[in-house]
């Protein structure tokens, strides 16, 4: 039996009836072709699905897409604004934080929330914020960069403002 | 992987969730808090419920609150992270604080809650597999089969509790509410164990862990977890220890050790209360513990690390923590 749901995502309404044993991941990938946030293992490890539900980042092979209803979800998809990239964005390409790209989604969002929490992390915490997001090619370091280089710029916007 | 079908329940408080669980209990309803433990578990088929109930939706049990002369009232839906961030928490009850740190990893923590990370189910290397990963093996005791392959003739299941939350607050002498149809009960938490590996809790088929309570009495106490886990970023314990101290000057006041990880139920080390109190902590006094942890400690090849290295790393882990608690300043009144 189908349920209905409403769910904004990036900012767009959007109305389905979905089976109650459909994953979140699997609603924004293939109901709403949002194929930024990507499926790794599955199981909850390696945080390759990782988007915003309300606030909260979470993993969303572990979230039913029933369970999202009413909810505000950001992807990957939803964070330049006007074609301008999030600091976070712009830190992992000036500073090279990914290489095949398929963690960078799920990176993007954990370390976006990261910020949000503490806009002054140190090299601990990033490394702490982003332990359940798995990279098979960088070695962690120049996510680590991009983290900070995000850091400073959103310190030097809020400064300017 | 995905899921098998079910229906979805989704109660708005604790007596329509009793009323769900009453009226679907033939054809069996699974509880699902944070779903971190569930959902996976359910892509394996280790269940496959008619019936779902989502309780998150239960507001009333999303609180922390702090009620003065008591203790600290927690919701089973707290989720970790609310813990983890809760300065209140920190400052009296450290060792929980420890333990919710190492749970899985941070995103985990976002959607994870206390209640499931008490009622977690059983873990066994045997059993945490993909259907047809166990059907090759000829499935096992806890699901599906008739065998055991951690203790081959054996009749009874030994998949491993591992919870690290469990442990912190058997040092806190946390006690729980459960709501059933006939009303709510409170009993202490280590009651809620039975140290079997597929029965784990008394808890009925139409009963909900509601509340976990933090008595008064156990705040200010220094503490220490630590946990053995294959991968220091995100894993399971496969040996976890807890330690909380009190202390009068020098002179050890009171000192609880629980361990986790290691037996398909939290336990208490109480021979550590008794060996710690009246004494001094150092070198001694911190090898006995450390002793006497291990001896509760039952480990058996339930995963990848060897039993004899678990059992070893609860003795390290209760030695290290039990010189490492120091008093960790105010009491809840100030
Ligand atoms: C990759 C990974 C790593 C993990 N690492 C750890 C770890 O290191 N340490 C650890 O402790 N856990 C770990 N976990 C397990 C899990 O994330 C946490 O234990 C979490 O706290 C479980 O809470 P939940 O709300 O998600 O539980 P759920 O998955 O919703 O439920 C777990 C079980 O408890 C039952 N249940 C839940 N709430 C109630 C209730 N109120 N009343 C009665 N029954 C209830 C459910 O029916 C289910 O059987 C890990 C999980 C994953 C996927
Ligand atoms: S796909 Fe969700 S955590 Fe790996
Ligand atoms: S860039 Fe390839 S997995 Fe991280």
């Known amino acids: 039996m189908k349920v209905p749901i409403q769910v904004t995502v990036n900012g767009k309404t959007h109305a389905h009836e979905v089976e109650p044993r459909v994953l979140l991941v699997h609603y924004l990938r293939d109901v709403l072709n949002l194929t930024g946030t990507h499926i790794g293992c599955e199981t909850s490890l390696c945080g390759a699905c990782t ?27 939803g964070f330049a604004v006007n074609g301008r990239l999030h600091p976070v964005q712009e830190g992992f390409w000036e500073r090279h934080g990914l290489q095949c790209g398929y963690c960078t989604p799920g990176m993007i969002v954990a370390s976006a929330q990261l910020l ?24 962690y370091q120049h996510i680590v960069e991009a983290v900070q280089y995000a850091a400073r710029r959103m310190k030097g916007a809020a400064a300017a403002d | 992987m995905s899921l098998p079908s079910f229906k979805l329940l989704r109660p708005r408080n604790v007596e329509d969730a009793l009323g769900f669980l009453h ?8 509880i699902c808090a944070g779903g971190t433990d569930l959902l996976p578990s359910m892509k394996q088929r280790l269940f496959s419920p008619a019936y779902v109930m989502d309780i998150r939706g239960i507001e009333e049990l999303t609180h922390i609150r702090v009620v003065p002369g008591l203790g600290v009232e927690l919701g089973s839906l707290v989720k970790l992270s609310a813990i983890e961030d809760s300065g209140f928490i920190a400052t009296h009850y450290p060792v929980l604080r420890e333990a919710v740190m190492t749970v899985a990893s941070p995103i985990l923590r976002n959607m994870g809650t206390l209640g499931g990370n008490l009622c977690l189910d059983t873990r066994c290397l045997w059993y945490n597999q993909s259907l047809q990963w166990r059907k090759s093996c000829g499935y096992c005791i806890k699901k599906d089969g008739d065998l055991c392959h951690v203790a081959p003739g054996g009749k009874v299941c030994w998949a491993v509790f591992s919870g690290d939350s469990a442990a912190a607050l058997l040092c806190l002498h946390a006690e729980i509410e459960i709501a059933s149809p006939k009303g709510r009960r409170r009993i202490p938490l280590a009651d809620l164990y039975t140290n079997i590996g597929d029965d784990r809790m008394r808890l009925g088929k139409s009963e909900i862990l509601t509340r976990i309570f933090l008595p008064e009495a156990s705040a200010g106490y220094s503490g220490v977890y630590r946990k053995l886990r294959l991968r220091g970023s995100i894993d399971y314990p496969l040996a976890g220890v807890a330690v909380a101290i009190r202390k009068k000057g020098k ?8 361990i986790t990880g290691v037996n398909p139920a939290p336990r208490l080390v109480k021979d550590a209360t008794h060996a710690l109190i009246g004494r001094e902590m150092n070198e001694h006094a911190a090898m006995v513990v450390g002793e006497l942890a291990a001896r509760v400690a039952k480990p058996l090849t339930t995963s990848l690390l060897t039993p004899e290295y678990r059992r070893e790393m609860i003795k390290v882990f209760a030695k290290q923590s039990a010189s490492r608690a120091t008093p960790s300043g105010p009491s809840i009144r100030d």
């Open chain 1, 51 to 77: 988007v915003m539900l309300d606030g909260q980042a979470v993993k969303s092979c572990t979230v039913l897409a029933a369970q999202a209803n009413g909810a505000h979800i950001t992807t990957i998809e």
């Open chain 1, 116 to 139: 949000e929490r503490n806009p002054d992390p140190t090299e601990a915490e990033i490394r702490m914020a982003i332990e359940g997001n798995l990279c098979r090619c960088t070695g």
């Open chain 2, 251 to 258: 002179i050890i006041d009171d000192a609880r050790v629980a």
């Open chain 2, 23 to 30: 009226r679907y209990e033939k054809e069996g309803v699974q």
